[in-house]
T-cell receptor, first 113, second 114 residues
Framework: GQQLNQSPQSMFIQEGEDVSMNCTSS?????WLWYKQDPGEGPVLLIALYKAGELTSNGRLTAQFGITRKDSFLNISASIPSDVGIYFCAGLNYGGSQGNLIFGKGTKLSVKP | DTEVTQTPKHLVMGMTNKKSLKCEQH?????MYWYKQKAKKPPELMFVYSYEKLSINESVPSRFSPECPNSSLLNLHLHALQPEDSALYLC?????????????FGEGSRLTVL
């Protein structure tokens, strides 16, 4: 089946540093999404991307929908301690159902004050 | 604060028990989902309800039985579970079962099966 390769698996960074993570697939997706999950909570949608090449920002977060439709990246600028958590990319294809929402394995972010 | 409310937050049950997980949303969403999440893994889809009808069952064992009494409520009935069923069970909702991927998750119910 379809798989998403998310990297890195984990990151340990200093507060104030910028962060970059990405997701790749051998399959084309029509939508890319980025979710964040804090410990003990459910995932929260950060950014949704619907068009190849689209670059979208949400505060210090910026995400891009790759032009090939097979990848996406998420950047976090000037990280702060509350950025700690697990970031999941997710890809979706039209013409199917919500059952076609595929999650990456996650990137665990740790921020050192 | 999440607008999808799940109860209980924690549940411990034996393999012979019958229990239920509950989920509620008042955002007027017409699609609701159950996901299972093991530690350090992404959420795995179990069931999807659209307009109160079951539309997807991802080959989930019959010891898990979903129920959608109305458009705001979603239950997951548990019976004769196995220890490997211990996980975080997440409920989610979306406006409709359309292809946006924009899900609103609850905080989850952490289940331990002894």
């Amino acid at each position: 089946g379809q798989q998403l390769n998310q990297s890195p698996q984990s990151m340990f960074i200093q507060e104030g540093e910028d962060v970059s993570m990405n997701c790749t697939s051998s399959s084309i997706f029509n939508t890319w999404l980025w979710y964040k999950q804090d410990p003990g909570e459910g995932p929260v949608l950060l950014i949704a991307l619907y068009k190849a090449g689209e670059l979208t920002s949400n505060g210090r977060l910026t995400a891009q929908f790759g032009i090939t439709r097979k990848d996406s990246f998420l950047n976090i600028s000037a990280s702060i301690p509350s950025d700690v958590g697990i970031y999941f990319c997710a890809g979706l294809n039209y013409g199917g159902s919500q059952g076609n929402l595929i999650f990456g394995k996650g990137t665990k972010l740790s921020v050192k004050p | 604060d999440t607008e999808v409310t799940q109860t209980p937050k924690h549940l411990v049950m034996g393999m012979t028990n019958k229990k239920s997980l509950k989920c509620e949303q008042h955002m007027g969403h017409r699609a609701m989902y159950w996901y299972k999440q093991k530690a350090k893994k992404p959420p795995e889809l179990m069931f999807v309800y659209s307009y109160e009808k079951l539309s997807i069952n991802e080959s989930v064992p019959s010891r898990f039985s979903p129920e959608c009494p109305n458009s705001s409520l979603l239950n997951l009935h548990l019976h004769a579970l196995q220890p490997e069923d211990s996980a975080l069970y997440l409920c989610a909702s979306s406006r409709q079962r359309v292809e946006t991927g924009e899900l609103f998750f609850g905080e989850g119910s952490r289940l331990t099966v002894l």
